[in-house]
């Protein structure tokens, strides 16, 4: 007999549906699954033999064939226990005719455990969002309730295979099924980290400013101890809040990863701060089973990638895709997939291997080939595709003993609001978000520049061999500090002010 269960997959960061088709034939007893399943879906028939067989109904002796359709597209994921079992029941008869029906009208997703229990599983919200137009119930893990409700669906949530089945023969209802949800309480709030506590400084702090108001990259170059993961780290404090569709777009990325936790709907920032030994892989996305990676986990978020020097050449270089596009597209042999990947990278680096490079009372300890050596792992491409780069000088006694505090986060915060909203204005009627990814035709609409500017960036890009990006990069921060000041045009001092937190441009890696 022939019995059929919807169920879903995901492909990026989107759902689709996929039919879980079950025929039961005369045979050597057998358990096959096709339909271009990965290892996660290939060992769920040990799961699903033990848990129909714990949950009181019987195995069937028979060969059995499970094909996910569509056939051409890989399914991953440890989802497909529930609906494999659902339609092995369904189709050795052990459901009523009434019963069996009404599994047309279920979405079914869910890990078993080998006693018949729901374990959850990743991806739900994604999939959940992507199918709510097919009209079904979602039939979800009880620890998955929190992306059931996130995502607008209806569902229920059985806790064994034995009560789905309950509930589908009217033995249970739709009440005693479903989990009587509790909201977790709150965990308590991590204390803010205040831009008022760092000493001095204000050259930092002034980019990081224009870096959280316009979306710009930022890199801190100065010696240790001079604040550099301290700005960094307080940089989320000062970042607009995230838009409903922002929000949504980052928690179906964690729900994809099964970092959801305890969190609803993602309503903050993310804040990846990676360790410098991390993989190609493991930093861009990838994998045989493509997976999104610590770029998109800071998708309209922030990146912050401390030691930036001493990230292997091709992890750093991994990086020029989505600096660029905001997007990481993975291709295998049988599929490509693409993540977005739209964030502010903040980096910081040290002015040599042993830190030291230009410290007036501590000596540098290497020599000149270990400091190229080192400079030169961040490309030129690289550098190209950061707006604003600040050095750090160590931070004076007289600046540390300071008895008044400088300005507060939330200070600087309402200035960058100003800013956004005057962004959010101009660009309504398209898809960008923030000056830093202003396209071409928009750079020449709302950058223009004023009497005298020409021959200024003219010499700068003779002087200094300034590419055609590097311009539009310096149009597009002038736009974001014009903003800052309230200005409607782009004045010759902002112009000027972006040049200062250029000085790679002057200099070259090499001399920094």
């Known amino acids: 007999m022939l019995a059929n269960v919807c169920t879903g997959a995901i492909k990026g960061i989107e759902g689709f549906a996929v039919s879980v088709e079950v025929d039961i034939a005369p045979g050597m007893p057998t358990l096959a699954v096709v339909g271009l399943p990965d290892a996660e879906v290939r060992e769920s028939k040990e799961r699903v033999v033990a848990a129909v067989r714990n949950s009181g109904f019987d195995f069937p002796t028979k060969r059995i064939t499970v094909n996910l359709s569509p056939a051409e597209l890989r399914k991953s994921g440890t989802q497909f226990d529930l609906p494999i079992a659902l339609g092995i029941l369904a189709a050795s008869e052990q459901l009523s005719p009434d019963a069996a029906a ?9 890990e078993l455990a080998l006693d018949g229990s729901l374990r959850p599983c990743a991806g739900v919200l994604p999939m959940l969002i992507s199918c709510k137009k097919l009209g079904k119930t979602a039939v979800i893990p009880p620890q998955n309730v929190l992306e059931g409700q996130v995502s607008g669906a209806p569902f229920i949530t059985p806790h064994t295979l034995k009560e789905l089945a309950g509930y589908l023969e009217g033995k249970l209802t739709l009440q005693d099924v479903k989990l009587s949800y509790v909201p977790q309480e709150e965990e308590s709030p991590v204390a803010e980290l205040d831009f008022s506590e760092v000493k001095g400084q204000a050259l930092a702090k002034r980019a990081l400013e224009i870096a959280a108001a316009g979306g710009h990259n930022v890199l801190m170059i100065g010696l240790p ?3 550099k993961s301290m700005l960094a780290k307080r940089f989320p404090g000062i970042l607009p809040p995230l838009t409903q ?15 959801m936790g305890k969190s609803r709907l993602l309503t903050r920032r993310p804040f990846r701060d990676p360790h410098h030994t991390i993989s190609d892989v493991a930093l861009i996305g990838g994998g045989s089973t493509p997976r999104p990676g610590e770029v998109s986990l800071a998708h309209n978020g922030v990146l912050f990638l401390d030691e930036f020097a001493e990230f292997s050449r091709s992890s750093l270089e991994v990086l020029r895709e989505p600096l ?19 964030f502010t990278l903040i980096a910081a680096m040290n002015p040599c291997p042993c830190g030291h490079l230009g410290d007036p009372i501590k000596p540098c300890t290497c020599s000149p080939m270990q400091v190229n050596r080192y400079k030169s ?16 000088n160590p931070v004076k006694y007289s600046d540390w003993n300071k008895k008044s505090e400088g300005e507060t986060s939330a200070q600087i915060r309402e200035r960058v609001l100003k ?26 609409e709302f950058c223009l520049l004023p009497v005298g500017a020409d021959a200024i960036l003219e010499t700068a890009m003779r002087k200094f061999g300034l590419s055609a990006r590097s311009l539009d990069k310096i149009l597009k921060t002038a736009r974001t500090i014009a903003d800052l000041d309230g200005k409607e045009n782009i004045e010759v001092n902002h112009l000027v ?8 441009d002057r200099k070259g890696v090499a001399d920094i």
Do not use: W
Request: glycine fraction near 6%; aromatic fraction near 6%; hydrophobic fraction near 35%.
């Open 102 to 110: 009404k599994i047309k009208d279920l979405l079914v997703l869910g």
């Open 419 to 444: 800013a956004r909203e005057i962004q959010r204005n101009r660009f309504k009627n398209s898809a960008t978000t923030a000056n830093a990814f202003m396209t071409a035709k928009e750079i020449k």
């Open 497 to 504: 002010e972006v040049m200062q937190y250029r000085p790679l």
């Open 245 to 259: 569709e922002e929000s949504l777009e980052i928690t179906k990325i964690y729900s994809i990863c099964n970092l």
């Open 377 to 392: 792992r961040i490309s030129g491409p690289l550098l190209d595709r950061i707006d604003l780069t600040v050095n750090l």
């Open 225 to 227: 101890g001079t604040g």
């Open 324 to 342: 660029e596009n905001g997007r990481v597209t993975i291709s295998r042999a049988k599929e490509t997939v693409s993540y977005p990947a739209r």
